[in-house]
């Protein structure tokens, strides 16, 4: 059973809202895009998207209620993710800056796939995400189908849409810091702001009940 146009027509809005939203996916796109530019910020942003899939897929097989069921699990869960991103943000703070003066790239830069694999990791790791998806997705899900099938429909719409929306955020966010960018100390400077970003998200995550 498909998604009928009453159920995309009640679930598309309220998905790009809550996209929208200032939140920790947004914040991490905007800082990345802004430090690294804007090819960074939109690779980040996808696989903070695509990080969704994996929430889309312990909703419909029941994996994520029985984290939220469990306090002990879903502790040591926010604990992983919170750490991930303190990792990451350390690794900014101690980077030598996104970009040289002439916009060209340092040898330490690390890489789309690694960015995208970043970005895929901070997103699938956080609970508050899998937690969202239990009580978001089963919304919109009728009653006259299998709610598993509808379910992964429904996750990756939002998968698809986030998609769309974190890019151009990554674009703009890179197009903004272009022209801060345009020396090794400004460069640094713009990284250690994303490490910040990034290190106090992962410490809210870990501290937060």
């Not at 910020?41 to 990080?51: D, K």
């Not at 897929?57 to 869960?77: D, N, T, Y």
């Not at 703070?93 to 970005?119: D, I, Y």
Request: hydrophobic share 55%; aromatic share 10%.
């Amino acid at each position: 059973m498909l998604l009928s146009p009453e159920q995309l027509l009640a679930f598309l809005p309220a998905a790009v809202l809550i996209t929208l939203s200032p939140g920790p996916d947004n914040l991490m796109v905007l800082s990345l895009g802004i430090a690294r530019g804007r090819r960074a910020g939109m690779v980040f942003g996808l696989g903070c998207a695509l990080g969704c899939l994996s929430h889309t897929a312990l909703a419909a097989l029941g994996v994520g209620a029985l984290l939220a069921a469990s306090p002990m699990a879903l502790q040591a869960l926010k604990l992983l993710g919170g750490g991930y991103l303190v990792w990451l943000g350390w690794q900014a703070l101690h980077s030598a800056g996104a970009t040289l003066h002439s916009g060209r790239q340092p040898a330490a830069a690390p890489s789309l796939w690694r960015l995208f694999g970043k970005g895929l990791c901070a997103n699938a790791v956080n609970p508050k995400v899998i937690l969202f998806f239990l009580a978001f997705l089963p919304q919109f899900i009728s009653s006259g189908g299998a709610a598993g099938w509808q379910t992964l429909q429904l996750g990756a719409l939002f998968t698809l849409q986030a998609a769309l929306l974190f890019a151009t955020l990554g674009y703009f966010a890179g197009h903004a810091g272009s022209w801060l960018n345009t020396s090794p100390r400004r460069g640094m400077w713009l990284d250690r702001l994303a490490g910040t970003v990034f290190i106090a998200l992962g410490l809210r995550l870990m501290v937060t009940r």
